[in-house]
């Protein structure tokens, strides 16, 4: 083999190594950098994950306050005929679809959605014992008759039930999803 071949095979060799090895080093980089963005991204979503549910479970806490409250001043002698329940869902339903999206823990989306279920249910039924309330007074019925002291007997018992759920359901979610600051608020440092 004349030099000339000798030297037009070993520089061909060098071209096709130098574009393999070069197509090699080019994808290990596009790796790197496609790496960096994910952990980049992730790291973005969890950040808006934990804004996220520090709202709610910020929401959970007075809620379950709430249900307290409740609970107290139907077990007072001087409950009042109209209560006012400060209950609030908005933050729930203002951020739900986001957290949906950002959550991957299906058991948290789901007692989430429950609890904020049973906050809407309580709130009704303050609504309704209220208008209940509202409209005996109103009808001149008084609230020593026998019939109206057993039906808000009644209303009262299956209230008190109502709060009661939403205040155990409280402490289990921020027992089990809270931080340390949510676990404080609701007095549950030794959990």
């Given amino acids: 083999m004349s030099e000339m ?10 071209g096709v190594v130098a574009v393999f ?16 963005d994910t952990a980049e ?16 479970l910020g929401s959970v806490v007075k ?14 002698t001087h409950c009042p005929r109209l209560l006012h329940a400060d209950l609030e869902t908005a933050v ?42 509202a409209q005996m007074t109103t009808q001149g019925r008084r609230a020593d008759d026998a019939d109206v002291f057993q ?10 039930a109502l709060a009661e759920d939403l205040r155990f359901t409280g402490v289990m979610v921020i027992t089990d999803h809270g931080k340390a600051v949510h676990k404080r608020l609701m007095g549950l440092t030794g959990v």
């Fill in 5 to 14: 071949a000798w030297s037009f095979i070993v520089q061909t060799l060098s």
């Fill in 21 to 36: 090895i070069g197509i090699w080093l080019a994808l290990v980089v596009e790796r790197r950098r496609k790496t960096e």
């Fill in 41 to 56: 991204r992730d790291a973005l979503q969890l950040a808006e994950y934990e804004r996220v549910i520090d709202s709610i």
């Fill in 63 to 76: 809620n379950t306050a709430e249900a307290k409250r409740i609970l107290r001043l139907l077990d007072s």
């Fill in 92 to 133: 729930w339903y203002a951020s739900h679809g986001h957290f949906t999206s950002l959550c991957r823990n299906v058991d948290q989306r789901v007692i989430l959605s429950q609890f904020f279920d049973d906050v809407r249910r309580l709130a009704s039924f303050v609504d309704f014992r209220s208008d209940l309330q």
């Fill in 151 to 160: 039906l808000s007997k009644e209303v009262d018992k299956h209230l008190a």
